[in-house]
């Protein structure tokens, strides 16, 4: 990724203990042995034993909501169900529009016309641009890729969205102003926007990302390249409720990104993707506290002026082969949250 290119920090919050009606110094997690990282101790709700989120697997970022059980005492719980490949549940469940022929050539017209500007650029001064996605041709891939997304969110309890939301009692759209960020926030190019859109329209017709998200016992819910892809990729966007960072200082939600950095805190905004969003908030996390974490990062998180309003891209800053998992650095130059006990 050039370096103009500004990263950003998802934002996450510090565990805490969940009861507080007796003294747990003494506490040890019952898997590595330790009392160090107490804030990090999660504790059983029915056996009251201690674990650490880091040492549990999968690994869990933050204190869960709700109710808690360890692995031995919810033995009894339900295995994931996995979303069924049927074309028409996957149209409801992600809205899609059934295109008209009219409107899929308008789309072939804009590819033409994009992919012709971008020969003349290159002709003149070599500038990198973003990529739209390209999607499987396999009609029936798609719908196992959409599936597997599917299954994902209502494993989560989530509902699918790609776009930001703006709801009642958080923040409203007109704080979403680019001009609060510290130090300026970068503006996408006339020639970027048009293939970030291509992306949306592309995704509203049902032609996803090339990517599965596939279940790992030790991350959880992850996503794979389902297809080769290009460096300079726009993977897709980083969506959810939009709300005050002052809001969700004390949240556990495990997926918090920034929006806006602001030099008047009162005016930092956060992503909230807990109960709505898209393939993003499935894509782990490096360790960027070794070597080998460092290098299995292949996403970029970055932040953009998109037509007045503040928005997250995540992008692949080198190529990308099938069945290769995607990561990005949750913290980028900042290190608001410890990553050392990433897988």
Not at 13 to 19: E, G, L, N, R, V
Not at 54 to 76: A, D, E, M, T, Y
Not at 301 to 314: K, M, P, Q, T
Request: hydrophobic share 30%; proline share 4%; with cysteine.
């Amino acid at each position: 990724m050039g370096s103009n290119l500004r990263a950003v920090a998802r934002r996450r919050t510090q565990a805490t203990k969940k009861k507080h009606d007796r003294d747990y110094e003494d506490t040890i997690c019952e898997e590595c042995g330790s009392g160090h990282f107490g804030s990090e101790l999660l504790l059983c709700d029915q056996c009251d034993r201690g674990f650490h989120l880091f040492c549990l697997r999968p690994i869990l970022p933050s204190v869960p909501s709700g109710s808690w059980f360890c692995p031995s005492c919810s033995s009894n719980r339900n295995s994931i169900s996995r979303f069924p490949s049927v074309q028409t549940k996957i149209i409801d469940f992600f809205r899609i529009q059934r295109s008209s022929q009219s409107s899929e050539s308008v789309c072939q017209v804009d590819i033409c016309k994009r992919r012709r500007r971008t020969s003349i650029f290159a002709s003149v001064k070599k500038k990198r641009r973003l990529l739209a996605y390209s999607p499987s041709e396999d009609s029936s891939r798609r719908l196992e890729q959409m599936a597997s997304l599917a299954t994902a969110l209502t494993a989560t309890g989530a509902e699918f969205s790609n776009e930001l939301t703006y709801v009642r009692g958080m923040a409203p759209k007109s704080a979403n102003c680019p001009a609060y960020e510290k130090g300026g926030m970068q503006i996408l190019s006339k020639e970027d926007t048009d293939a970030l859109n291509l992306c949306k329209i592309m995704m509203r017709r049902g032609e996803c990302p090339p990517l599965m998200v596939v279940f790992d016992p030790f991350e959880g819910f992850t996503v794979e390249a389902d297809k080769f892809i290009k460096d300079m990729t726009i993977i897709t966007e980083y969506v959810g409720d939009v709300d005050y960072l002052k809001s969700r200082e004390n949240d556990d939600g495990d997926s918090i990104m920034t929006l806006i950095s602001a030099a008047n805190s009162s005016n930092s905004l956060v992503i909230c993707p807990d109960k709505r969003s898209n393939i993003a908030r499935f894509i782990n996390g490096i360790n960027n506290h070794t070597p080998e974490g460092k290098k299995k990062q292949n996403l970029k998180c970055v932040r953009f002026d998109v037509d007045g309003e503040a928005r997250v891209l995540l992008i692949a800053n080198r190529d990308i082969s099938k069945g290769d998992r995607l990561y990005y650095d949750y913290n980028a130059y900042e290190h608001e949250y410890p990553t050392e006990h990433f897988v």
